[in-house]
């Protein structure tokens, strides 16, 4: 059966219904059903014998194909997706305290929407930590919940404080990066998701969280025994032994307290991550929400961005 090209700007491809369905379950459909109009639409195009398709023109079919299925909802999301992830580089920042999910959630996101690029800040700390020496800055080479024990002012205040306050230290010089980071991927128009638990809203310079292309999400386990568990599955996927997490939980948990709070002062959306579909879910709806304010705010109305992506 001969392929269908699609035509894009600078290059042809053969149409994939998979690439198609990836779009559609980015848009909210369910996977069955994304992959079931995916085909609809190929065979659409096939009684039309139609050997070759402008994206553009393939993207406007889509779009009122699901209009015409009652689709509404999944629609806008369809196309305000293809304008921002080709138009405006998005930076999505997952935080939330070791264990409670970034990771996991970062890439389950990065998967629905088809991007390439996720960065854990825990990575971001080892390129720190080549550039920093540990003499200077001592807080950076411990972890986020053993920090407090390098710090100078060791005695003064009371434990909790002196927990945090280490955890802000080591959290300080890794933004420094994430900051970096987050400037590169907007200079070469990338979109981009960081996750981990150095991302803590108040640390973060204001240029980042006025931006509204820099969507941030905390992640939170609100179950203090679904929290531990998280690290005896984990253990059994990776080589981070479940242990050293367990000793230190009280201060994990003093850190995920802290992290949901200083969320909610900065109104960053605060998610209890049960379930990874509903959390996703969630995500999804909160990204597609600032994408509808930055489309008002930019004055652009749904006929602009038709004409402005068909
Ligand atoms: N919603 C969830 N339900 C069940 N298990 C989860 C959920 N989110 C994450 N996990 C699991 O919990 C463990 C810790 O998740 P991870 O993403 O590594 O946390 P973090 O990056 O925040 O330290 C992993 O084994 C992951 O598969
Ligand atoms: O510093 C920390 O809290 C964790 C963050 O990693 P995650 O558990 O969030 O992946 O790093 P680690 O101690 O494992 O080197």
Redesign the pocket.
Same mark, same amino acid.
Request: charged fraction near 15%; hydrophobic fraction near 35%.
């Given at each position: 059966m001969e392929d269908i090209i699609v035509k894009g700007k600078n290059y042809k491809m053969p149409f994939s219904k998979g690439i198609l369905a990836r779009s559609l379950t980015a848009a909210g459909l369910k996977p069955s059903i994304a992959y079931k109009i995916s085909w609809d639409i190929y065979e659409n195009l096939k009684k039309e014998n139609i050997k070759e398709i402008e994206k553009s023109e393939l993207r406007r079919r889509v779009y009122y194909y699901l209009i015409s299925h009652n689709y509404d909802e999944i629609a806008e999301r369809y196309l305000l997706w293809r304008v921002f992830l080709e138009k405006k580089p998005l930076t999505i920042l997952i935080g !939330?305290a &070791? !264990? @409670? !999910? #970034? &990771? #996991? +959630?970062a890439f389950e996101i990065a998967s629905r929407l088809g991007i390439s690029s996720v960065i854990g800040t825990d990575s971001i700390r080892e390129v720190m930590r080549k550039i920093i020496s540990k003499d200077l800055v001592p807080t950076l080479y411990e972890s986020s919940y053993t920090a407090w024990k390098v710090l100078r002012d060791f005695n003064e205040g009371d434990t909790k404080k002196l927990y945090i306050r280490g955890f802000e230290r080591h959290a300080e010089s890794v933004l420094v990066g994430v900051e970096g980071v987050i400037d590169r991927a907007m200079v070469e128009g990338l979109n981009l998701i960081i996750? !981990?638990v150095h991302l803590v809203p108040s640390l973060l310079k204001p240029k980042y969280l006025d931006n509204p292309y820099i969507i941030f999400i905390m992640?939170t386990v609100e179950d203090e025994d679904m929290h531990k568990m998280?690290f005896y599955?984990?253990s059994k +996927?990776s080589e981070r032994p479940k242990e050293r997490y367990l000793k230190h939980f009280k201060i994990i948990r003093l850190i995920n307290d802290y992290l949901v709070d200083n969320a909610k002062k900065m109104g960053i959306p605060v998610i209890n991550? @049960? &379930? +990874?579909s509903k #959390?996703v879910e969630s995500c999804l709806n909160i990204i597609t929400d600032r994408l509808r304010e930055v489309i008002k705010f930019e004055g652009l109305n749904e006929d602009e961005l038709i004409d402005e992506v068909f």
């Open positions: !939330g &070791s !264990g @409670v !999910g #970034t &990771s #996991t +959630i996750e !981990g992640l998280r599955a984990r +996927i991550n @049960v &379930s +990874i #959390t």
